[in-house]
Structures are given as C-alpha cells and as structure tokens.
C-alpha cells in the first residue's frame, strides 16, 4: 500500500507576526512623510534668509506624493517594504474619521444633504460621459467600467472594490489604477490654482475638491491646499460621496453577472454591507460625540493633530503606489480617456457647486 502525503496546515500568523510584517514598510511611510515636512520647513527657512532666490514652496504633502513617486518609480519598493506600505489606505481611513470630530452634527446634516445630492448627479453624469468616450475611443469594456466606477466615486478603493464583484484582467486594473492615480497628481497642482484665479470660498472649494477629485488621498490633499477650512469642508463633501461605493459596484456586478462574464450576486444586502466603507461610520459617530459636548477644546486640538499624523503616512502611500509605467499598458487611449472625463466632471461639479452658492442652498 503506498503512502498517502497528509497536507499539513499552516498555522494563521500571530499578531506580532503581522505587526513585525508590516512594520518595515509602515516605517518607511512614516520616513518619507517626516522627510516631507523637514523638507517643506527648510524651504521655508531658505525663502526667508534668501528672499532673492524663487526656491520651491511646496506643502509637505506634496513634498511625501513627490517622493514616493520618486523612490517607487526609480528604486522600486522592495518585497520587504510592501505589505507596510500597502496599510496606506488605513491611515488614510483613520484621519478621515479623527476629522470628524471636527465637525457638528448640524453640518453634516445640511452640507452632507446637500454633498449627497449634488453627489448624485454627479454620478450619473460622469459613469454616463466615461462610458461614452470609453466605447469612442475603442478601450476593453470592464477597463471602462473600471475608470467610470474609479472617476464616479473614489479612485483605487472604488476600483479594488469593484475588481473582485467584476472580475477584469488584471493589466486592466492597473491600467485603470495607474490613470487614477495620474489624473489625481495632476489636480494637486490645477485646483489650487484654479480655486484661487476664482476667488472661490474655503468651503465653496472645499465642496469642488471633494466632487471632482478621485482618489480619496488626492482629494484631501488638494482640499487641504487651498486651506484648513477647505479641508474640512473636501472630507465632508468626498465621505458623503464614499457613500454611494456598495451600490453602485453592486450595479455592475449584476450587470457583468448577467452576461455571464462575473460571479453572481446572491445575498445583494450582504454584498452592499461588505462594501460600504466603515469609516463613514466612525466619521459620523466622532461628529455626534462631538455635538453633544463629548470632548473638551483640549481634546478636539489633540483629536485633530492625531488626523495630520494619521494623513502623513496616506499621503506617502499614494506616491509609492503609483507605478508611471502601468500608464502606457495599454496605450495612451486609457489615459486620454481619463484626461477628457476628468476635465468634463471637473467643469460639471465647479458648475453644480456655484448653482448651489449663488441660490443660496449652501451657506
């Protein structure tokens, strides 16, 4: 009789396993958004002993974008270093939620009422205009899912949620990724200054940054450019547009489903709670302690500065994860294709947000 082999199971990894995993890459995020503010304080130093010289004046979150792309883009990130720097997103959840203690329940209610309808045409109009210049200039159909769903709701995390429901080839993922990602570095720069040739409000712009920008990372950022309080107003603005996430994956999964070409959706009620994002959650809780008196001013400050720190090592994150070279994978078609429905939604959102001011339905 021969022997049969018996697999054996490997045991789950321990906790402290897991943390020393992710330590050398969640350190190295650390590391460049450190890097990033001594850079943005010796500029600063700099302009002001040497105000004849036009050196650089760039916040520290483009300084940590800059060199992430940098050092992911030339070094590469060893296979150390990934499993840290893939926790990028959850820093970046944990600020959003700090944020919300900043917030009162009474703004939520109105701004975020507002955010949700405005949220809403925005999406119909943008999953409509990509579709439409996905099919004219010829890409693969669940490349253009992936970019509508991308551009619509919140970049990487909007596609991520949406590769395991649809199912596309992994190059169309990193396609769609790598143009996201593009398209949200390109906003860091064009926002700002267009928010300032228009003389817009904090929260005016705030409201715009949060519609128009895709990826969540880059839309804080480019919130948090124009000023503290344009900030506040882009989370509230990109957490009521997060919301819509489960759904509208949902969407295509029946779709792509139907076709054959996806897994079924068979418990949709499920399926929508596992991907509603859950910091949504903690972000309105914050904000309901907060209203009813829950911290005092002290600890609002330290609830606060515990959201920088938290956004330091997102914002590094999104500069390692962005690999320039997925951009021509399958051609320029994808990116130009992103560049037009960026453009349109960018125009459509600045359009629905002074609708919105000028008949006095936000203050």
Known sequence: MSAQTIP???????????????LPGAG???????????????????RHTYPGIPFPHLEYVLWAILLGLAIGNTLGVPQIFRAGVATYELWLKLGIVLVGARFLLQDILHIG????????????????????LGRIFRLPPKLISLLAIGSSICGVTAIMAARGAIEPEEEDTSTAIAAILTLGAIA????PAIGHALHMSQQGYGMWAGLAVDNTAESLVTGSLYGEE?????????????????FV????????????LAPDVEHKGVFLWRKFPKFILGFIALSILATAGFFTHGQLTS??????????????????????????????RPLIVGILGEVAIALITLGLVYWSYSHGVAR
Do not use: C
């Open 188 to 191: 860091l720069f064009t926002f």
């Open 8 to 22: 054996i199971a490997t045991p789950a990894p321990t906790l402290t396993a897991r943390f020393l995993r992710v």
């Open 113 to 132: 009422g507002l955010s949700l309808a405005l949220v809403a045409v925005e999406l119909i109009l943008s999953l409509s205009f990509m579709h439409l």
């Open 230 to 246: 344009a900030g506040r107003w882009t989370v509230l603005a990109k957490t009521a547009r997060s919301g819509f996430l489960g």
């Open 303 to 332: 609830l606060a500065n515990l959201s920088k720190w938290a956004f330091l090592p997102a914002f590094a994150g999104v500069g390692l994860r962005t690999n320039l070279r997925d951009l021509t994978a399958q051609g320029w």
């Open 28 to 46: 190295l995020l650390f590391g460049i958004g450190l890097l990033g503010k001594l850079l943005e304080h010796t500029f600063a130093q700099l």
């Open 249 to 260: 994956v949902l969407a295509y999964a029946v779709y792509w489903s139907s076709r054959g």
